[in-house]
């Protein structure tokens, strides 16, 4: 399977505890973004890389989260001391980055339930 | 401020006829326009996009329609068949730049045999 995965699936943590979600994109996709869905909404975007580089970040990306891209592979988004309304769906998209194509493929995401 | 907006949460249609499924946005910013299919517990699945310099483009049983003067777009689904059926969502983005996607709310599209 090429397409971008996400690990875990499912994600069920108390509240204040840390947690940590990978995606690892479509391996010649230079551009890997986050995005999150919460229910009855359509994806929000959080942030996006370009191989190694965070070139932007969106104000719903609060202090308690950061992502990393070590050698433009795989990324992770930790979200520290959660709370209950960090329950969402985490989606991760990777995509070529050519000036004139942007379609954005995604991973299955990560459900998190912080209860 | 919604800039993309899906203003039919859902919509039903019987098989075989045609689905039409609407988006408005309001930044001029955006150049370049996707519709995603989403199954539930699964990421969307990118379908069909079109360039602000075109104003229509077809894939099989999909064509994507875009306005650019009333800064609407349509995506028109024939025939519908059964597994057609999933939440859409329309999203627009810039060409320049982080080319990151903005997404309406969706429509629930139920095909009925």
């Known amino acids: 399977d090429t397409g971008v995965s996400q690990d875990p699936r499912h994600k069920i943590t108390k509240r204040g505890q840390n947690v940590t979600f990978r995606c690892d994109p479509i391996s010649e996709h230079n551009r890997l973004y986050w995005y999150r869905q919460t229910l009855g909404q359509g994806p929000e975007f959080l942030t996006y890389?370009?191989?190694?580089?965070?070139?932007?970040k969106s104000r719903l990306l609060s202090d308690r989260f950061s992502a990393e891209r070590p050698k433009g592979s795989f990324s992770t988004l930790e979200i520290q001391r959660t709370e209950q309304g960090d329950s969402a769906m985490y989606l991760c998209?990777?995509?070529?980055?050519?000036?004139?194509?942007?379609?954005?493929?995604f991973g299955p995401g990560t459900r998190l339930t912080v209860l | 401020d919604q800039q993309v907006k899906q203003n039919s949460p859902s919509l039903s249609v019987q098989e075989g006829r045609i689905s039409i499924l609407n988006c408005d946005y309001t930044?001029?910013?955006?150049?370049?326009f996707l519709w995603y299919k989403k199954y539930p517990a699964e990421g969307p699945t990118f379908l069909i996009s079109?360039?602000?310099?075109?104003d229509k483009n077809e894939d099989g049983r999909f064509t994507v329609f875009l306005n650019k003067s009333a800064k609407h777009l349509s995506l028109h689904i024939v025939p519908s068949q059964p597994g057609d059926s999933a939440v859409y969502f329309c999203a627009a983005s810039a060409m320049r730049g982080a080319q990151k996607l903005v997404f309406g709310q969706g429509t629930r599209l139920t095909i009925n045999p």
């Open positions: 930044n001029s910013m955006f150049d370049y």
């Open positions: 998209a990777s995509s070529l980055g050519s000036t004139s194509i942007n379609e954005q493929f």
């Open positions: 079109i360039s602000s310099i075109k």
């Open positions: 890389f370009q191989n190694e580089a965070q070139l932007e």
